[in-house]
């Protein structure tokens, strides 16, 4: 069966430091890959998705996740994050053979020091 | 954007009662929706897949006659708790998909249901 594993539960940084969120996932077919943001007191939007291509795929609000097949990882960064930042990052994986559900990682919780 | 509408946004029922929710498409056609529950600070779980015109696809570990799914058209679905008792008390979220397979889901804002 799917999982995704995100390792890191809460970080926390300062403004205009870079982030690197992990991101692994274990199925040995094609897999669909996001992530998803959830700011506080609002819904789960989504950040970036990977399907095929460029596996350096680029989302919104400064964000870029790197799909390595090899290491089942889709890591998210960004260069300098800022206060709105702040939020709870859900990595998810759709595996091809499972009937389009998604399977969420356990989430990252964001803080960032003003 | 694709907007996903879950009504109501919060709901307080006392325990033996039932408790419907609704997941609505509102600019486009989706023949999948999923609904997920997600407990304080941890993540979200799925509980089932609804698929327009026939039966819900359950998780394991999920009750299918407590948390009964109806999926009657490409824009609505519906979860019905039924018999709530205090441990259902959780945060529900639905989201759907558009009918392409490749894209995202969208969420609706979730249901926080209390139960007394």
């Known amino acids: 069966a799917q999982s995704v594993s995100q390792h890191n539960h809460h970080v926390i940084l300062s403004e205009a430091a870079s982030l690197e969120l992990g991101c692994n996932y274990s199925y040995g077919g094609t897999v669909n890959l996001f992530w998803y943001v959830q700011y506080p007191g609002q819904h789960l939007q989504l950040l970036l998705k990977y399907f095929s291509g460029d596996p350096l795929v680029k989302g919104i609000k400064g964000f870029e996740a790197e799909f390595i097949k090899s290491k089942f990882s889709f890591n998210l960064r960004k260069p300098s994050v800022q206060w709105s930042d702040t939020a709870e990052y859900f990595c998810a994986v759709n595996a091809y053979s499972s009937a389009s559900k998604i399977i969420f990682g356990s989430g990252t919780r964001l803080s960032i020091r003003p | ?116």
């Open chain 2, 1 to 116: 954007g694709a907007v996903v509408s879950q009504h109501p946004s919060w709901v307080i029922c006392k325990s033996g009662t039932s408790v419907k929710i609704e997941c609505r498409s509102l600019d486009f056609q989706a023949t999948t929706m999923f609904w997920y529950r997600q407990f304080p600070k941890q993540s979200l779980m799925l509980m089932a897949t609804s698929n327009e015109g026939s039966k819900a696809t359950y998780e394991q570990g999920v009750e299918k006659d407590k948390f009964l799914i109806n999926h009657a058209s490409l824009t609505l679905s519906t979860l019905t708790v039924t018999s709530a008792h205090p441990e259902d008390s959780s945060f529900y979220i639905c989201s759907a998909r558009e009918t392409d397979a490749n894209s995202p889901l969208h969420f609706g804002n979730g249901t926080r249901l209390t139960v007394t």
